[in-house]
């Protein structure tokens, strides 16, 4: 029994050095692609080249980082990634993988809108999954591949093998579903069985079955890391490696086989050194008591990082080369290490749980034996909300954060994740927060609106502006309407300021603007907004359903209704009606709709808008703007026979290609172009000021 610490008993705390300098974290996993790399090269050496090899990277790569592993099994020859349900393989994708990836374990009904959507491959063990499965592959249109499992005597996923024919009969009638693969699972691979040799000739014998009644699946496999070793004739069209490719052993049987390099090591610093008197107690449950004056250091991880409970007053690490006991019950978040006979251990010291320092090494085979477990769950549970470092040569290559490992289904679709990771980027860019903030705030109100809005592409933007007079019938129609042979009560009004008088036409250009560009139709349904000021152009920006808006009036008395008018819209050369018009309290609104359009939602379109209007002749300038990315473009305006001269273009332009290519035509146009490979970016435009 320990004895009770009085006041007199002193407890020193020695900060014999300062933390290093470059201490970033408090603790980490080191994964040596070095090392991954090497075992890859001992697999292949193993299987040959024509057997294909597929990289287990569940469980976050049991514990490695799953993305970092699956980029460096494919850099050394990987053909797919197994996985364990959807999510993962979800997580590849978003991650920008586009390798073939197979979920190992039986797909679920509620994971195929995912398996579909992110090209994800399933292993398919009984039909109501395979017909449910056809169903959504059709409506979707697509041919989706799928590999059948078989249960040869595992007890575990795939189909009974004795309705192993009939299940795959079914399955190869559906159309849109390709039996890309079939495979089953041994359960004692790691050594060597009669019931292994049981399990191999079952398959074999349904594999012989299925191709005497011509069904010859084209990727058959069986052998994941101990069949590898210990059955070089079961390899077929591929292997699953997974134990073996981070560089354990599936038993010490095994290892005369093969040379493999454990790829990940475990480690953490000294964050506390403590020197204790006899009778101590250490830790929860006092089940460690000092027998004599105790040297203790503490360390920041704890059973919520892996390091067992079990391994309380059992387990060992290493500092400076020395294994070091552990002693005291281990916390969620600490543990304690007698470095009694380390007097030179101090704060800062670096501290292998697992992974070798100088000539001492601690695996995760002798971890697995004193808590009673297996390597595979240590791997997987060591250093889970630990930071990744990857090496190359022993030198940091990247680091990946642990939160980035932690994968929130649709996480993708968080508008807030992307903004925030977007925004920060901008701030590290600008080197200044508020900078960074402002960059942002500015490009994402540009392109989105200040609500969320689809994004808006173009290509091949045409603007045509055609100056002219009006012609001498319409300056005599309108002069009827100024009254001359008019109604007088409408002159009265005018007179009277209630009514906006015409205008007089021979103080007016006739403008008429031809656009046309390329995009994805959003709507069956779409307007042309008219504004009379910024308040109702900025109502029609946000308006979805907007595809083309005009601010009429710059000081002028115009009137939307009677000086503002949508000769033709087109879409992919056809006519499409107009509507309604109407005036509203944001503007005048000009709707068209088809039938035909429904058919072409969400696809690419070539839209023509043509818009006539007036522009007062003492008004000598024209603006034309981009609001929206936009690939390629051409702005022209035309003004023979006007008497315009001496214009002018002051333009703007945002993107690679800032400075467009000018053609000038003396008295007849100026025409500003950018090729078909230069994006443009919001927002951009041109004015033209002229003399007459």
Same mark, same amino acid.
């Given at each position: 029994?320990?004895?009770?610490?009085?006041?007199?008993?002193? =407890?020193?705390?020695?900060?014999? *050095?300062?933390?290093?300098?470059?201490?970033?974290?408090?603790?980490?996993?080191?994964?040596?692609?070095?090392?991954?790399?090497?075992?890859?090269?001992?697999?292949?050496?193993?299987?040959?080249?024509?057997?294909?090899?597929?990289?287990?990277?569940?469980?976050?790569?049991?514990?490695?980082?799953?993305?970092?592993?699956?980029?460096?099994?494919?850099?050394?020859?990987?053909?797919?990634?197994?996985?364990?349900? $959807?999510?993962?393989?979800?997580?590849?994708?978003?991650?920008?993988?586009?390798?073939?990836?197979?979920?190992?374990?039986?797909?679920?009904?509620?994971?195929?809108?995912?398996?579909?959507?992110?090209?994800?491959?399933?292993?398919?063990?009984?039909?109501?999954?395979?017909?449910?499965?056809?169903?959504?592959?059709?409506?979707?249109?697509?041919? $989706?591949?799928?590999?059948?499992?078989?249960?040869?005597?595992?007890?575990?996923?795939?189909?009974?093998?004795?309705?192993?024919?009939? *299940?795959?009969?079914?399955?190869?009638?559906?159309?849109?579903?390709?039996?890309?693969?079939?495979?089953?699972?041994?359960?004692?691979?790691? =050594?060597?069985?009669?019931?292994?040799?049981?399990?191999?000739?079952? @398959?074999?014998?349904?594999?012989?079955?299925?191709?005497?009644?011509?069904? %010859?699946?084209?990727?058959?496999?069986?052998?994941?890391?101990?069949?590898?070793?210990?059955?070089?004739?079961?390899?077929?069209?591929?292997?699953?490696?997974?134990?073996?490719?981070?560089?354990?052993?599936?038993? +010490?049987?095994?290892?005369?086989?093969?040379?493999?390099? !454990?790829?990940?090591?475990?480690?953490?610093?000294?964050?506390?050194?403590?020197?204790?008197?006899?009778?101590?107690?250490? #830790?929860?449950?006092?089940?460690?008591?000092?027998?004599?004056?105790?040297?203790?250091?503490?360390?920041?991880? #704890?059973?919520?990082?892996?390091?067992?409970?079990?391994?309380?007053?059992?387990?060992?690490?290493? =500092?400076?080369?020395?294994?070091?006991?552990?002693?005291?019950?281990?916390?969620?978040?600490?543990?304690?290490?007698?470095?009694?006979?380390?007097?030179?251990?101090? /704060?800062?010291?670096?501290?292998?749980?697992?992974?070798?320092?100088?000539?001492?090494?601690?695996? $995760?085979?002798?971890?697995?034996?004193?808590?009673?477990?297996?390597?595979?769950?240590?791997?997987?549970?060591?250093?889970?909300?630990? +930071?990744?470092?990857?090496?190359?040569?022993?030198?940091?290559?990247?680091?990946?954060?642990?939160?980035?490992?932690?994968?929130? !289904?649709?996480?993708?679709?968080?508008?807030?994740?992307?903004?925030?990771?977007?925004?920060?980027?901008?701030?590290?860019?600008?080197?200044?927060?508020?900078?960074?903030?402002?960059?942002?705030?500015?490009?994402?109100?540009?392109?989105?609106?200040?609500?969320? %809005?689809?994004?808006?592409?173009?290509?091949?933007?045409?603007?045509?502006?055609?100056?002219?007079?009006?012609?001498?019938?319409? /300056?005599?129609?309108?002069?009827? %309407?100024?009254?001359?042979? #008019?109604?007088?009560?409408?002159?009265?009004?005018?007179? &009277? #300021?209630?009514?906006? !008088?015409?205008?007089? /036409?021979?103080?007016? @250009?006739?403008?008429?603007?031809?656009?046309?560009?390329?995009?994805?139709?959003?709507?069956?349904?779409?307007?042309?907004?008219?504004?009379?000021?910024?308040?109702?152009?900025? &109502?029609?920006?946000?308006?979805?359903?907007?595809?083309?808006?005009?601010?009429?009036?710059?000081?002028?008395?115009?009137?939307?209704?009677?000086?503002?008018?949508?000769?033709?819209?087109?879409?992919?050369?056809?006519?499409?009606?107009?509507?309604?018009?109407?005036? *509203?309290?944001?503007?005048?609104?000009?709707?068209?709709?088809?039938?035909?359009?429904?058919?072409?939602?969400? %696809?690419?379109?070539?839209?023509?808008?043509?818009?006539?209007?007036?522009?007062?002749?003492?008004?000598?300038?024209?603006?034309?703007?981009?609001?929206?990315?936009?690939?390629?473009?051409?702005?022209?305006?035309?003004?023979?026979?006007?008497?315009?001269?001496?214009?002018?273009?002051?333009?703007?332009?945002?993107?690679?290609?800032?400075? +467009?290519? *000018?053609?000038?035509?003396?008295?007849? &146009?100026?025409?500003?172009?950018?090729?078909?490979?230069?994006?443009?970016?919001?927002?951009?435009?041109?004015?033209? @000021?002229?003399?007459?």
């Amino acid at each position: 029994m320990g004895r009770r610490l009085h006041d007199e008993d002193e =407890i020193t705390i020695k900060l014999a *050095t300062p933390l290093k300098e470059n201490l970033k974290y408090r603790s980490w996993v080191e994964v040596d692609l070095g090392h991954f790399a090497a075992n890859w090269a001992e697999m292949r050496r193993l299987v040959g080249p024509n057997v294909k090899i597929m990289q287990v990277v569940k469980a976050d790569a049991y514990g490695h980082g799953a993305i970092e592993i699956s980029n460096a099994a494919l850099r050394n020859g990987a053909s797919a990634l197994g996985v364990a349900n $959807a999510d993962e393989g979800v997580q590849l994708r978003v991650s920008g993988i586009t390798a073939p990836v197979l979920i190992l374990s039986p797909a679920t009904g509620s994971e195929i809108d995912q398996i579909i959507k992110y090209n994800l491959t399933p292993s398919v063990s009984d039909l109501a999954f395979a017909r449910e499965f056809q169903k959504k592959a059709h409506k979707a249109g697509i041919l $989706a591949p799928l590999h059948v499992e078989i249960d040869t005597g595992m007890g575990r996923g795939g189909t009974i093998q004795t309705e192993a024919c009939q *299940t795959i009969r079914e399955i190869s009638s559906f159309p849109n579903l390709i039996m890309e693969g079939i495979f089953t699972h041994f359960s004692e691979s790691e =050594i060597l069985s009669c019931y292994n040799d049981l399990q191999w000739q079952a @398959f074999r014998e349904l594999l012989d079955k299925l191709e005497t009644d011509g069904h %010859r699946i084209p990727i058959r496999h069986i052998s994941n890391s101990g069949a590898m070793l210990n059955y070089p004739d079961c390899r077929l069209d591929m292997v699953r490696p997974g134990i073996i490719s981070y560089g354990i052993y599936p038993s +010490p049987a095994a290892s005369d086989k093969v040379t493999l390099n !454990p790829v990940m090591s475990f480690k953490t610093r000294v964050v506390l050194v403590k020197e204790f008197p006899e009778g101590y107690g250490i #830790g929860y449950g006092r089940t460690f008591i000092t027998r004599r004056p105790t040297r203790i250091a503490t360390i920041p991880v #704890g059973y919520g990082d892996g390091i067992g409970w079990p391994l309380s007053n059992q387990g060992e690490a290493l =500092i400076r080369g020395k294994r070091i006991p552990i002693v005291g019950r281990i916390s969620m978040d600490m543990c304690t290490l007698d470095i009694s006979r380390l007097p030179e251990c101090a /704060v800062g010291d670096e501290v292998v749980l697992m992974g070798e320092q100088g000539s001492e090494r601690i695996t $995760a085979d002798e971890i697995a034996s004193k808590v009673h477990s297996i390597s595979y769950e240590i791997l997987c549970a060591l250093g889970k909300r630990a +930071p990744r470092v990857f090496l190359q040569e022993g030198k940091t290559d990247r680091v990946e954060q642990s939160l980035r490992r932690i994968f929130i !289904p649709d996480e993708e679709k968080s508008i807030d994740r992307i903004d925030s990771i977007i925004r920060h980027c901008f701030q590290t860019r600008a080197r200044n927060e508020e900078l960074g903030d402002a960059i942002y705030y500015e490009m994402f109100e540009t392109l989105f609106g200040k609500e969320d %809005r689809q994004l808006e592409l173009r290509n091949d933007f045409r603007y045509r502006i055609q100056v002219t007079e009006f012609a001498p019938e319409q /300056v005599l129609s309108a002069e009827d %309407r100024e009254g001359k042979k #008019g109604d007088s009560s409408r002159i009265l009004l005018q007179k &009277s #300021g209630a009514v906006p !008088p015409f205008p007089l /036409v021979y103080d007016y @250009f006739k403008v008429t603007t031809h656009v046309e560009y390329t995009k994805a139709i959003r709507n069956s349904r779409f307007m042309i907004g008219c504004a009379l000021d910024n308040e109702q152009l900025a &109502s029609f920006f946000e308006d979805k359903r907007c595809e083309y808006r005009w601010l009429l009036n710059r000081g002028e008395e115009l009137l939307p209704e009677r000086d503002f008018r949508v000769n033709r819209v087109r879409i992919d050369g056809e006519d499409i009606p107009l509507i309604l018009s109407e005036s *509203t309290e944001r503007g005048y609104e000009v709707w068209f709709s088809s039938e035909e359009l429904k058919k072409k939602l969400n %696809r690419q379109a070539r839209f023509e808008i043509e818009i006539e209007t007036k522009q007062r002749k003492s008004n000598r300038l024209f603006s034309a703007y981009i609001v929206y990315p936009t690939r390629g473009m051409e702005i022209s305006f035309q003004y023979g026979g006007t008497g315009i001269k001496n214009v002018k273009d002051v333009g703007f332009f945002a993107g690679k290609h800032p400075y +467009p290519e *000018t053609t000038r035509e003396e008295g007849e &146009s100026v025409t500003l172009r950018l090729g078909n490979e230069a994006w443009i970016f919001p927002t951009s435009g041109v004015t033209f @000021f002229w003399d007459l």
